[in-house]
């Protein structure tokens, strides 16, 4: 069965050089995403914004004093797709290409619009820009042919497993 909904979570952006996001210790429940060589999101449930906010800009204060470490969240809105449908609800939002293992961290266009997508064990977290939230929404309810399936209110971002930091890398596909 699909479950899909609105998902609030942490997102801090830290923008350093490659050493030193290399050298970030990973916090247990935060998921590491390499966006580019010099950036990196940590996406974690809300509950642990904080904690993590202040780790990484305790540890670039000792490693890259120059470094920017910024909460996003409010800039990104995130659905979480759950179930066995769940990839295939995503491929018909987005020709970025289902990762062979999981956990996975891409970029590439959702429902038209630019996203980054956190793949783990049987789950899909999609994050857009705050400002695309409706309209994935929408496109969520197309794919779903007209079957309610967003909740009006946000759940907390939950970390489904610990996972290792990911790397965007070269398979990453470009915006259409």
Not at 25 to 51: F, S
Not at 62 to 72: F, G, I, M, N, W
Not at 74 to 98: C, H, I, K, N, Y
Request: hydrophobic share 50%.
């Amino acid at each position: 069965m699909l479950s899909i909904e609105r998902t609030h979570a942490a997102v801090i952006a830290c923008y350093a050089s490659p050493p030193a996001l290399d050298s970030l210790p990973v916090a247990l429940g935060t998921n590491q995403c390499r966006v580019a060589p010099d950036e990196l999101l940590l996406i974690a449930p809300p509950a642990l914004l904080a904690g993590i906010e202040r780790g990484a800009t305790g540890h670039f204060a000792a490693v890259e004093p120059t470094a920017l470490v910024l909460d996003q969240s409010d800039g990104w809105s995130a659905f979480t797709l759950r179930g066995d449908e769940a990839d295939t609800v995503f491929a018909q939002l987005s020709t970025v290409p289902l990762p062979m293992g999981r956990p996975a961290f891409v970029q590439g266009a959702v429902a038209g619009g630019s996203a980054k997508i956190l793949f783990l064990e049987g789950v899909i977290h999609v994050f857009v820009p705050s400002t695309l939230r409706h309209h994935l929404a929408a496109r969520l309810h197309d794919v779903r042919q007209g079957r309610p399936v967003v909740p009006a209110a946000e759940i907390a971002f939950v970390n489904d497993l610990a996972t290792p930091p990911f790397q965007a890398g070269t398979a990453t596909p470009a915006l259409r």
